[in-house]
């Protein structure tokens, strides 16, 4: 039964199914699909790419509004709509072959391993979000792309609240999803333009085990289908 005092009108934690669950045609939510010693080798790496070359940073949106989250990119930079290269040839870090390789067996978990998604899916961007407490990230598409291939997500630290929507609207019909750390989500195909977004981070909720202090990383990754310059 749903808490009306909770804010989104979301169950609780414990009230909250745990099992695989085709959300909407085409996006599949797996829990626990990363162990926690994945987790801790992912929060390393993450922090790693935080403080590089490109470091987290609330992006700017075109109308002068602030990201709440900090986010930053392997592969391509990114500014809020585009892909780009920057500097001479690009600043971004380059995507990491084991991480693309993690990317397909995300896909192939989602739509099975001889799926055409799986066989054709190598990702070579990945968007690292860090939301604290109180960021949130409004209803949106991801439209930036050049390419259809689904979206890989992968969620590590404190719980959050996922809305997932539907390709026409960023109102309802929607349904709200509890993301936690380890747990992979995909969207593709009828749903690869669905309206998303993340209305609530829940504080606390990641175990003492992870490594983290606070606060939720997520890391998307996807297939631009851009032409690297000069090749």
């Not at 509004?65 to 900090?70: A, D, K």
């Not at 600043?91 to 054709?120: K, N, T």
């Not at 439209?143 to 689904?150: K, T, V, Y």
Request: proline fraction near 9%.
């Amino acid at each position: 039964m749903t808490d009306p005092s909770t804010p989104f009108g979301v169950p609780e934690l414990f009230e909250l199914p745990r099992e695989r669950a085709e959300i909407a045609p085409g996006a599949v939510h797996v829990p626990g699909w990363l162990d926690l010693a994945r987790q801790r080798e992912l929060v390393l790496r993450c922090r790693e790419w935080a403080t590089g070359p490109v470091p987290l940073r609330h992006a700017v949106l075109p109308g002068g509004g602030r990201m709440s989250v900090r986010s930053t990119t392997l592969g391509w930079d990114w500014a809020p709509y585009r892909y780009l290269r920057t500097g001479e040839h690009k600043r971004a870090p380059d995507m990491p072959g084991w991480l693309a390789e993690l990317g397909r067996r995300a896909v192939a978990e989602a739509c099975g391993e001889d799926s055409a998604e799986a066989r054709d899916y190598r990702p070579d961007t990945a968007l690292l979000n860090f939301y604290d407490a109180t960021a949130r990230m409004g209803m949106h598409q991801d439209r930036d792309e050049f390419s259809a291939a689904p979206i890989v997500s992968l969620s590590l630290g404190d719980a959050c609240v996922f809305r997932f929507g539907n390709p026409q609207t960023r109102a309802a019909p929607y349904r709200d999803v509890e993301l936690r750390s380890g747990d992979l989500f995909v969207f593709g195909g009828p749903s690869r333009y669905a309206f998303h977004g993340v209305p609530r981070i829940l504080p606390g909720t990641a175990a003492p085990e992870l490594g983290m202090k606070g606060g939720r990383l997520n890391l998307t990754l996807r297939m631009t289908g851009r032409a690297v310059p000069g090749r």
